[in-house]
């Protein structure tokens, strides 16, 4: 069993900035994909950013340019760096991982949401 616990969420103002942190703990014999996606109330839950075992990155057209993913594979951690922030970056962003555990199995595991909210 695998374990994810996101932080860093809040409230910032337009043109403001923040990190979000996203630490995995228990059966983890590799980390595969990393990602982060987002999820308004009644909408479909949006990749925003994710980052491959060979530190390819993906970033959805809306966040180009402004957010910026990365891991701490010592850590078993992924960042979201969001800078230059907008209203419509208003959402709850969650943390995902594909993990290798010690029995081969490999399974997808979410964090468990942090609110961001962006103020114009």
């Known amino acids: 069993q695998v374990q994810l616990v996101e932080s860093g969420g809040g409230l910032v103002q337009a043109g403001g900035s923040l990190r979000l942190s996203c630490v995995a703990s228990?059966?983890?014999?590799?980390?595969?994909?990393m990602g982060w996606y987002r999820q308004a109330p009644r909408n479909q839950r949006e990749l925003v950013a994710t980052i491959n075992s060979g530190g390819i990155t993906n970033y959805a057209d809306s966040v180009k340019g402004r957010f910026t993913i990365s891991t701490d594979n010592a850590k078993n951690t992924v960042y979201l760096q969001m800078n230059s922030l907008k209203p419509e970056d208003t959402n709850v962003y969650y943390c995902n991982f594909g993990v290798t555990d010690y029995t081969g199995r490999s399974l997808d595991y979410w964090g468990q949401g942090t609110q961001v909210t962006v103020s114009s």
């Open positions: 228990g059966s983890i014999f590799r980390l595969n994909a």
